[in-house]
């Protein structure tokens, strides 16, 4: 079976762009979550969707937002970028976002914004 | 709210030997999830062992396992046989009940397997 999967590997934009990065989670899997990661704040929770309803939050600025298909496939977006952005995005999916069910996740999305 | 505490940055062992990673959290929730995943350079987050609060028995996953003590608070990993494979970032994280999938991870131990 397929893994998660990550599109694109890696992006680079200039401040005050937009991006949109994509996820597309294990077959059957109907929970998806992305995660920032940067060297000086480490992984941090952005936010999580089932059934294409975002149940959980993390603390982002509204710049940051996310939606999910009705296939389970889920994108975010980043508007009016900023240095700071500049990170590796994880998404992770599991079967139904359970208490406690395992997420599995993908090889990243490394954003440089300039 | 929730916070995981890898007080180790930096470790590094000798092939073959035994290797312990210490991971300590704060939390007022009695059930809950923990976690150890590990990052190796390629960039992907893999799931390593995991264990539920309610659960007395230490989770053991062939050469890892953990040490959970829940009135201290403390979960470590314990890597035997260690191989150059092993060399990674490992992450160890806390899960709330129906805290709807969200990771609350700690800052990573980086681990060095030497030949």
């Known amino acids: 079976k397929a893994g998660v999967t990550q599109t694109p590997r890696y992006l680079i934009k200039t401040r005050g762009q937009q991006v949109t990065l994509s996820c597309s989670p294990i077959?059957?899997?109907?929970?998806v979550s992305w995660y920032q990661q940067t060297p000086g704040q480490g992984l941090q929770f952005l936010f999580e969707?089932?059934?294409?309803?975002?149940?959980n939050k993390g603390n982002f600025p509204g710049r940051f937002s996310g939606r999910q298909f009705s296939n389970s496939r889920s994108e975010m977006n980043v508007s009016t970028l900023e240095l700071g952005d500049s990170a590796l995005y994880l998404c992770a999916s599991s079967w139904w976002g359970r208490d406690g069910e395992t997420q599995y996740f993908g090889p990243g999305t490394r954003l440089l914004v300039l | 709210a929730q916070t995981v505490t890898q007080s180790q940055p930096e470790m590094s062992v000798q092939e073959a030997e035994t290797v312990t990673l210490s991971c300590t959290y704060d939390?007022?929730?009695?059930?809950?999830?923990l976690f150890w995943y590990k990052q190796p350079p390629s960039r992907q987050m893999i799931l390593v062992i995991r264990?539920?609060?309610?659960?007395?028995q230490n989770a053991t996953e062939n050469r890892f396992s953990v040490n959970f003590q829940k009135a201290a608070k403390s979960f470590s990993l314990k890597i035997s046989d260690s191989q150059l494979g092993d060399t990674a970032m490992y992450f160890c994280?806390?899960?709330?009940?129906?805290?709807?999938?969200?990771?609350?991870f700690g800052q990573g131990t980086r681990l060095t397997i030497n030949p």
């Open positions: 264990q539920e609060a309610y659960k007395q």
């Open positions: 969707y089932f059934s294409e309803t975002q149940r």
């Open positions: 994280a806390f899960m709330k009940l129906e805290g709807a999938q969200k990771l609350v």
């Open positions: 077959s059957g899997h109907r929970s």
């Open positions: 939390t007022s929730e009695n059930n809950y999830y």
